[in-house]
């Protein structure tokens, strides 16, 4: 891991959960896998703050456990996961374009406490609408929109611990089974009705209930489904690159042909499942106002587009289609490093790296010619994105003694490696950004 992303994470925990969890978390970054004894020993925190930091980040899935070599439960830090604070608003606003205010305050409160019972969001979400709005909102209202965001896998169930044989473990090994990640449990709205009526404090409220009636899935805890999200904002970007190239009409069947493959299909393989042109067809025409003569011609133009959104596969039926969603995003992502490019060393510059990423390998003079720019200042721009590393030379020795007179040099761009390191800059950026802002706050507190 790098020093950019660590530093960001850093940051953020300490925005997000306060200067010791900040430590732990730290800590857990330089050292890998730890146990309680040696955070608490490095630390140099008291035992109980070092367990109280863990299990915030336990609660909020960002440290995970397991038995170590030597039979002690060892912590490991998710730096993906602690990375994803910074997402936290888009997926709020996200649930809320989906499923309304509703969905947008269960999401709230599943991202603010990590984990929680199906019962108290209900709960929760329902008092936070009644004090919102005059006439009030029903728990069944809420417990729909929490049904519906959990069949659509936007939230699944946590891990449970697995039972033993009788014996107590050093660490339970956290499991679920993919058949029970979206099962549905009962709760008993009446005790929800009987609480949001009253006006006693939560935990008199809490004692009541307990003394009277359990909600009986007291024991199964929710959170957000991270992958889940990120899933539905690729296909979102796949949908605009597809609007703005082709139009609106173009994007909306592009939409109809993702959601049909998307119940079919593994959402990370390459290519989506196959859909006939018939289904493409019949669920058009039903979900948008588009005639059945318009669809043949813009399926033709997304599959012969240079964006490399739609393929087809066979001929049959009218044709069988499948979307490349591999080659599309790779072309997005070169789309965005040639924005980066074009802002950061000029159009001619711009022009240069993507003359080489269509001709994957050039020489010097080849692409003076191709560029139609000066030698001397093709030179310049090419000598000036090598030494920022946006470029790559290979050498190519005519005979073997690798003599310079005797070798040619080739020009290419090394994607995977630009990728990594725009988003390197994109790290340190985001680190600089909330420094910046902490700083500010403290040096302007009295204001």
């Known amino acids: ?131 919102a709005t005059e006439s009030g909102v029903s728990p069944n209202q809420v417990k729909d929109i929490f049904v519906k965001l959990v069949q659509t896998h936007f939230v699944q169930r946590c891990p449970v611990p697995q039972s033993s044989d009788g014996v107590k473990p050093v660490a339970p090994t956290m499991n679920i089974s993919e058949n029970e990640m979206y099962l549905i449990p009962e709760i008993k709205l009446h005790l929800l009705r009987k609480s949001e009526g009253t006006d006693e404090p939560p935990a008199k409220r809490r004692r009541v209930e307990t003394e009277d009636e359990k909600q009986p899935d007291e024991d199964i805890y929710w959170r957000v489904n991270f992958v889940r999200f990120h899933h539905y904002f690729r296909d979102q970007a796949l949908i605009d690159a597809a609007s703005r190239r082709l139009g609106p009409r173009a994007a909306d069947i592009l939409r109809t042909i993702l959601r049909l493959a998307e119940t079919r299909s593994d959402p990370w393989t390459p290519t989506t499942c196959c859909v006939s042109q018939q289904e493409i067809l019949q669920a058009v025409v039903k979900e948008t106002n588009i005639v059945k003569l318009e669809i043949a011609p813009y399926l033709s133009v997304l599959t012969e587009d240079s964006a490399n959104l739609l393929s087809k596969v066979e001929d049959r039926g009218g044709g069988v289609y499948t979307v490349t969603t591999y080659k599309a995003l790779q072309k997005l992502v070169e789309a965005i490093i040639m924005s980066v490019v074009e802002d950061r060393f000029g159009s001619k510059c711009c022009r240069i790296f993507r003359l080489l990423l269509m001709k994957k390998y050039l020489e010097q003079k080849q692409i003076e010619d191709l560029a139609m720019i000066p030698a001397k200042d093709t030179k310049e721009y090419t000598y000036k994105l090598f030494q920022e590393k946006f470029l790559n030379t290979h050498e190519v020795p005519r005979t073997m003694d690798h003599a310079p007179s005797r070798t040619f040099f080739l020009c290419y761009v090394n994607i995977n490696q630009v990728c990594r390191m725009v988003l390197e800059r994109c790290y340190m950026a985001a680190h600089n950004a909330i420094s910046r802002q902490e700083w500010e706050t403290k040096e302007n507190k009295r204001l």
């Open 1 to 131: 891991m790098s020093k950019a992303k660590n530093n960001l994470c850093s940051v953020l925990l300490k925005e997000h959960f306060g200067e010791v969890v900040q430590n732990i978390g730290t800590l857990l970054m330089k050292k890998g896998s730890m146990s309680l004894r040696l955070l608490f020993i490095d630390s140099k925190l008291p035992l109980q703050k070092v367990k109280k930091a863990l299990c915030v980040l336990i609660q909020h899935n960002m440290v995970e456990f397991k038995v170590g070599t030597r039979g002690y439960p060892e912590y490991t830090l998710l730096t993906d996961n602690a990375l994803l604070l910074l997402r936290y608003p888009r997926y709020i606003y996200n649930a809320k374009t989906l499923y309304g205010y509703t969905g947008e305050l269960i999401v709230e409160e599943l991202l603010t406490n990590g984990q929680m019972t199906m019962s108290t969001v209900v709960g929760k979400v329902t008092s936070r609408l009644s004090e």
